[in-house]
């Protein structure tokens, strides 16, 4: 079909072209031969033309009714003052009054072509104007133009239309014709666009700088025009030509800010027939550069230009439409190959390239959860590792939220473009340098899927319209491949899926085991997304960390697994990641900016590079995180790993939380039995030091401790005592004493009444210094203190010290603690109270044979010296002292001195005490029992020597006091 149009088109031009040298010859041969004739009277009256008659300084005497009607004069009186304003340029109709000539300027809506010829006359010359209104049919009757001239174009561009078709070689050739007859410094044709109704510049071939020096038409950026706006608009809007010998001083049109800057311009619409096809424009930096003669010779061959653009044009877009269907063809053929989603992008981008002829070319699929693109590896032109990560979010109040909600397509050949910037190809510019781009959204139906992008055209061209609507074509097509590829995807990750959490599921056979089932969960994960490591890490609330729990799958160190701790308290970055989102990864922990400090130090210290974590959460409340870490193979984590992940975690989590609610059902059965065990056997009536044994036992079988040991004050010296025989699990030589007067004792479980708990007493500095040599005679590592407290009293303290399991000491376990705290001191209390009673018993039993035993002596004897030596005895044995002395005073009436007291007889410890002691003087003058319990403290001087404590008590007859018993011991 294309060939015969050119065929027919070759045809018609050659005949035309062969008429019109025939009429220029003929023309030429009439006007030489041609005699002169009489002047032949005219008729102004009835031309069709408009007709001015105007004598000398340009008073007007005479205007037809055509020329009234285009002025608006309406039967008033000519003013030429005020018909020069109603025309552009105004001084057009000056000029041809001053002399013959032609002119072409605009009134109203009227394209007006005039010429002036001088009439003698009697009364002097008069100057006749003659107007005609210029249609698109017009022949430019009053213009002359060398036809050599225009023969020589029209043949060039005959040569060039022979030679191929071409768009860009025809223009080139039709502008550098032009520039050997026409004088310009710059030239441009420009194409109609009727879909978008813009005129798109398609030459601008050579320009010719101020200097006088000719520039590549590659300097400068592709035009686009909007009817009426600028010269080339007004072209387009009125379909005549404009010819501006002056720009500054023509105000009713002005030129587009970036067309350039000069003084004359030129322009024609190129029609053909009726259809507007383009326009062609020249521009000279000087003032009346271009004539009636350029414009009349643009005229005649501006429809031959036309046709050959128009035969470009259609060639171009049949050839496109050729080579988009052998596209769409081997886009199609891609669907075939699909395997791995990665080779199907990887064939679609790489043919994609080759038929847009691009150096870089990828698909970006959009995400309505996250409003995000995400690059689809590989992309022809740009590495994986510099594509792979990329993600595109969507403002609403940017560039790209308009092309992808409003635009069919979208380009700049702008390498400074704002959205270049915008979309964040730093990694990828380092590699690929982007001086043009190209952006089609590729559409299901009315569902927009993702975007096609391709840039940079090989040869360093720009991107057109008719680049973009091929690309459109591609964009459908790949669609379809890019969506039967997601759905294969889709298949695999969900059998992915389902097959990850059978495996998850088949753990809960090891929920009575922690560590069996951390072991499982990670393994098969780590299987699962084929990673060297896989870890979980729960949140302790307390410390406000991400605790790693052992097992660790592939951390075998159990010292790096309990040292990958990250601190994780709300409002911190690590804070941050884990409770506002259910996944992250990362393939780069040193270098990417999202990643936490503290997560990137304490990951590359244990040997992870890059991860992918997923939050474990049941019921909405967050348990901590499990992490992925370290492809087998290298490769990076993606969207697709973190989806799979956070399913995985979804399961893990419930077995977790279950293995946690078994624990705590098991802790709660074990803590009720053993809290019963300690309740029955410390509630016994009559406890003993065995109960005591008993009890310290069950403690330990019952919170896995080696050690518990009893602490109680002792109420004569207010000491805190560990008798050896509290001490379970503690071998102590001595009963070990602790001064509870101490300065910061204050902070202890006895005086505070308040838990302690340290699972590192070592390395605790909030251990006091009183208890750090219990710490080292019995070996204690960690421990739970609570105190002992018995109706508002708190009489000592319970220690339990040296877990057997690894797991630390918890709040639990000293709830348990401080409620068998209870029960152990209502049993002391009752032992102390059982001991006081028989003590007292014991006591009163002594005392009653005592005094027994001296009743039967007194009903046996008078003698004076044996009952006295009895009572002295008795009193040894009742009261345990060391040496017991009865004192006899002489008559009072014998004493030298009133106030001093004379010993007539003293029965027992005659050697060591020859005087009266100082507490039996006191006992004599006070009339009153004199008690010493250490001598170092008392005001009297210790007799004997060797004396610490003593007691004195005056023997009395009636009122007198006639004697002392006095007792005393070491």
């Not at 149009?5 to 041609?34: C, D, P």
């Not at 036809?147 to 060039?156: F, K, Q, S």
Request: negative net charge; aromatic residues 6%.
């Amino acid at each position: 079909m294309i060939e015969v149009y050119l065929i027919i088109t070759g045809l018609v031009f050659f005949a035309w072209l062969y008429a019109l040298v025939r009429q220029a010859q003929k023309g030429m041969e009439v006007e030489s031969a041609a005699p002169s004739r009489p002047v032949v009277p005219l008729n102004l009256m009835d031309s069709p033309e408009a007709v001015i008659v105007a004598e000398g300084r340009g008073r007007i005497v005479y205007i037809n009714d055509a020329t009234r009607q285009w002025f608006g004069l309406d039967g008033g009186t000519p003013n030429l003052t005020l018909m020069s304003q109603r025309i552009q340029p105004s001084d057009s109709l000056l000029d041809l009054l001053a002399g013959p000539g032609h002119a072409s300027f605009r009134l109203g809506q009227r394209q007006i072509e005039a010429v002036s010829h001088i009439i003698p006359g009697g009364a002097g010359q008069r100057m006749v104007i003659v107007m005609r209104e210029i249609v698109a049919t017009a022949i430019q009757a009053y213009t002359d133009y060398d036809p050599l001239r225009a023969l020589a174009i029209l043949n060039d561009i005959s040569l060039a239309v022979g030679v191929g078709l071409d768009l860009q070689n025809t223009v080139r050739t039709i502008l550098q014709s032009i520039e050997q007859t026409v004088s310009f410094d710059s030239a441009e044709l420009t194409l109609w666009q009727p879909q978008s109704r813009l005129l798109r510049s398609i030459g601008r071939i050579v320009i010719r700088t101020q200097t006088g020096m000719l520039a590549p038409s590659a300097d400068y950026a592709e035009a686009v025009y909007e009817v009426g706006e600028g010269y080339t608009g007004w072209i387009a809007m009125y379909r005549q030509p404009l010819l501006i010998n002056n720009v500054a001083a023509r105000t009713d049109v002005a030129p587009k800010t970036f067309q350039g800057d000069f003084q004359s311009y030129l322009g024609v619409p190129l029609l053909i027939g009726d259809q507007f096809v383009g326009t062609l424009e020249l521009t000279h930096r000087d003032r009346a550069a271009f004539g009636q003669r350029d414009l009349a010779l643009l005229m005649a061959i501006a429809g031959q230009i036309a046709a050959a653009i128009q035969a470009a044009r259609l060639y171009r877009e049949q050839s496109a439409r050729i080579s988009e269907l052998g596209g769409l063809q081997q886009i199609s053929q891609a669907m075939g190959q699909v395997g791995e989603p990665s080779e199907m992008y990887g064939q679609l981008s790489q043919r994609i390239a080759g038929l847009m002829d691009v150096e870089l070319c990828g698909v970006l699929l959009y995400s309505e959860d996250d409003q995000i693109f995400r690059s689809q590896p590989p992309f022809y032109g740009v590495p994986d590792a510099l594509i792979r990560s990329y993600k595109l979010s969507v403002d609403s109040e940017s560039e790209l939220y308009t092309i992808w909600h409003h635009l069919p397509w979208w380009f700049t050949n702008d390498p400074q473009s704002a959205l270049i910037s915008a979309m964040g190809f730093e990694d990828v510019v380092q590699a690929v340098r982007l001086n043009a781009l190209a952006l089609v959204p590729m559409t299901i139906g009315t569902r927009r899927i993702g975007l096609l992008m391709v840039a940079n055209k090989r040869g360093g061209q720009g991107f057109t319209e008719d680049d973009m609507r091929t690309l459109m074509s591609f964009a459908s097509q790949a669609a379809i491949v890019t969506e039967n590829a997601r759905l294969y995807q889709e298949e695999q990750r969900r059998a992915r899926e389902f097959g990850g959490l059978q495996q998850i599921a088949q753990a809960i056979g090891v929920l009575r085991s922690t560590a069996d089932l951390y072991s499982q969960i990670t393994e098969r994960i780590a299987h699962l997304l084929n990673a060297q490591r896989c870890g979980v890490l729960i949140y302790d609330p307390k410390d406000r960390l991400l605790v790693s729990q052992a097992p660790f799958y592939g951390l075998d160190d159990p010292e790096s697994v309990k040292f990958y701790q990250l601190p994780a308290p709300p409002g911190s970055p690590i804070g941050n990641l884990w409770l506002g989102r259910s996944t992250w990864f990362s393939n780069d922990l040193r270098r990417d900016p999202e990643s936490p400090e503290d997560l990137s130090t304490l990951a590359i210290q244990v040997g992870i590079r890059h991860l992918v974590m997923a939050t474990l959460v049941v019921g909405g409340n967050r348990l901590g995180v499990i992490q992925v870490a370290n492809r087998i193979d290298n490769s990076d984590f993606t969207e697709d790993d973190a989806r799979l992940l956070s399913i995985l975690a979804g399961q893990a989590a419930i077995l977790i939380d279950n293995a946690r609610l078994y624990r705590e059902m098991q802790r709660r059965t074990h803590e009720a039995e053993g809290l019963r065990a300690v309740t029955e056997i410390a509630s016994q009536a009559a406890p003993t030091p065995e109960t005591v044994e008993a009890v310290m036992i069950a403690i330990s079988n019952m919170l896995e401790v080696q050690v518990v040991t009893m602490a109680l004050v002792d109420e004569s010296t207010g000491q805190l005592v560990i008798e050896p025989s509290y001490a379970w699990g503690a071998k102590l030589s001595e009963t070990y004493r602790i001064d509870a007067y101490a300065s910061g004792f204050e902070r202890s479980v006895l005086v505070s009444r308040q838990p302690f708990v340290s699972n590192e007493l070592r390395n605790d500095k909030r251990v006091l210094p009183q208890y750090q040599g219990l710490i080292k005679a019995a070996g204690l590592h960690n421990s739970i203190q609570v105190p002992l407290v018995i109706q508002d009293r708190s009489i000592g303290e319970l220690t339990i010290a040296n877990r057997t399991s690894p797991e630390p000491f918890t709040d639990s376990d000293v709830q348990l603690l401080v409620a068998m705290a209870t029960q152990v001191a209502a049993m002391l209390d009752r032992m102390r109270m059982y001991e006081a009673t028989d003590q007292d018993l014991r006591a009163r039993l002594q005392e009653l044979d005592a005094l027994g035993r001296v009743s039967h002596e007194l009903s046996q004897t008078i003698e004076l010296d044996r009952i006295l030596d009895v009572i002295r005895q008795e009193a040894l044995r009742s009261t345990d002292a060391g040496a017991a002395t009865i004192v006899l005073l002489s008559d009072r009436a014998d004493w030298a001195i009133a106030d001093h007291p004379e010993v007539e007889r003293r029965f027992g410890e005659n050697r060591t005490l020859r005087e009266i002691a100082p507490i039996e003087r006191a006992a004599i003058t006070r009339n009153d029992v004199i008690q010493v319990d250490d001598y170092a403290d008392a005001d009297f001087q210790a007799q004997p020597a060797k004396a610490r404590s003593a007691l004195a008590v005056p023997i009395m007859f009636g009122e007198q006091v006639i004697g002392v018993i006095h007792l005393f011991s070491n």
